[in-house]
Nanobody, 125 residues
Framework: QVQLVESGGGLVQAGGSLRLSCAAS????????MGWFRQAPGKEREFVAA????????YYGDSVKGRFTISRDNAENTVYLQMNSLKREDTAVYYC??????????????????WGQGTQVTVSS
């Protein structure tokens, strides 16, 4: 049974930092793409960042480039999202996702077949 469990969300002031974690279990993810998405109230779920577990390449949405960093710990089977210089518009529920994606479809939420339950990030001014 595949599980993705996010943690690390919370309330932070604008300009601050948070690190989200996604603990993955239940299968081998070495050939998978791991992604982070977010969804603010009344908005579509938005691509944030992705990486391929067995490659060095990382990908980011335009709104977070230069501020967020996605990384992984192979030994812990965990993916991280380091979020710096947070803005009020970063407020959302953040979701971890996994899928067998071998193309540029890493920005497409339908390409992922496993999702976590989400963790709330609230940025105050």
């Amino acid at each position: 049974q595949v599980q993705l469990v996010e943690s690390g969300g919370g309330l932070v002031q604008a300009g601050g930092s948070l690190r989200l974690s996604c603990a993955a279990s239940g299968r081998t993810f070495s050939s998978y793409t791991m992604g982070w998405f977010r969804q603010a109230p009344g908005k579509e779920r938005e691509f944030v960042a992705a990486l391929r577990w067995n490659e060095r390449s990382t990908y980011y949405g335009d709104s977070v480039k230069g501020r967020f960093t996605i990384s992984r710990d192979n030994a812990e089977n965990t993916v991280y999202l380091q979020m710096n210089s947070l803005k009020r518009e970063d407020t959302a529920v953040y979701y971890c996702a996994a899928g067998p994606i071998y193309s540029r479809a890493y920005t497409v939420r339908e390409a992922y077949n496993y999702w976590g339950q989400g963790t709330q990030v609230t940025v105050s001014s």
